[in-house]
């Protein structure tokens, strides 16, 4: 079964903070993607890799940066933290290929105050 | 441009009867189409996809879906629902814009399926 973590659940940080979202995946997937998730806006995609220091910008990359340093890990980073980005983000992986489905951690519900 | 709608915010239905969650869809090239299912405070668990072939597509949980080209509709669908399908369901298209290796998806705002006893 693909097994995809997330570092944490829950989070909490303070506006202005640097906020490191760390996610792993066991299945050597070429790809790997961040999304947000609210209420009634559905899944927003934030940046997405295809491979090892690749990264393409999805609808909503303002006030994020990504890192992929090693195939099996993707990093979102908010460089200065607002309340606007209280949310909670969804990490993904899937094969290369435009007919595999994407497999989700569990998600990190973060709170900016 | 490429969208994927999904018409209710919230579907109800008692418990044993059958149950459809509608999906429509725009895009430019051809519509690969998947459903996902997300239970409370978990993350999206994969339900079924299509891709190509026989319209009527069976995935997890007794869950199938059936593709209408004529109508750009993929609506999920169960026989008999069960208390436990009580969840949040995304559909959501394949994205052709860019490389078409990313499988990039464009997804719904999702449907609350509430199932009563």
């Known amino acids: 079964d693909v097994k995809v973590t997330q570092s944490s659940r829950y989070l909490v940080k303070r506006t202005g903070e640097k906020v490191f979202l760390e996610c792993v995946q066991d299945m050597d997937h070429e790809n790997m993607f961040w999304y947000r998730q609210d209420p009634g806006l559905g899944l927003r995609l934030i940046y997405f890799?295809?491979?090892?220091?690749?990264?393409e910008k999805g609808d909503i990359p303002e006030g994020y940066s990504v890192s992929r340093e090693k195939k099996e890990r993707f990093s979102l980073i908010l460089e200065s933290a607002s309340t606007n980005q209280t949310s909670m983000y969804l990490c993904?992986?899937?094969?290369?290929?435009?007919?595999?489905?994407?497999?989700f951690g569990p998600g990190t519900r973060l709170t900016v105050t | 441009a490429q969208s994927v709608a999904q018409p209710e915010d919230q579907v109800n239905v008692a418990e044993g009867n059958p149950l459809t969650v509608k999906c429509t869809y725009s895009?430019?090239?051809?519509?690969?189409l998947f459903w996902y299912v997300q239970y409370p405070n978990r993350g999206l668990q994969f339900l079924l996809k299509?891709?190509?072939?026989?319209?009527l597509v069976k995935g997890s949980y007794g869950f199938e879906a059936e593709f209408n080209k004529s109508q750009t509709s993929f609506h999920l669908k169960k026989p008999s629902a069960l208390v436990s399908d009580s969840a949040l369901y995304f559909c959501?298209?394949?994205?052709?814009?860019?490389?078409?290796?990313?499988?990039?998806?464009?997804f719904g705002q999702g449907t609350t399926l509430q199932v009563k006893p």
């Open positions: 890799s295809y491979d090892v220091k690749m990264k």
């Open positions: 959501a298209v394949r994205d052709w814009w860019g490389s078409s290796n990313t499988g990039k998806l464009i």
């Open positions: 993904a992986s899937s094969l290369l290929g435009a007919h595999y489905e994407q497999y």
């Open positions: 895009v430019s090239g051809n519509p690969y």
């Open positions: 299509y891709i190509t072939g026989d319209n």
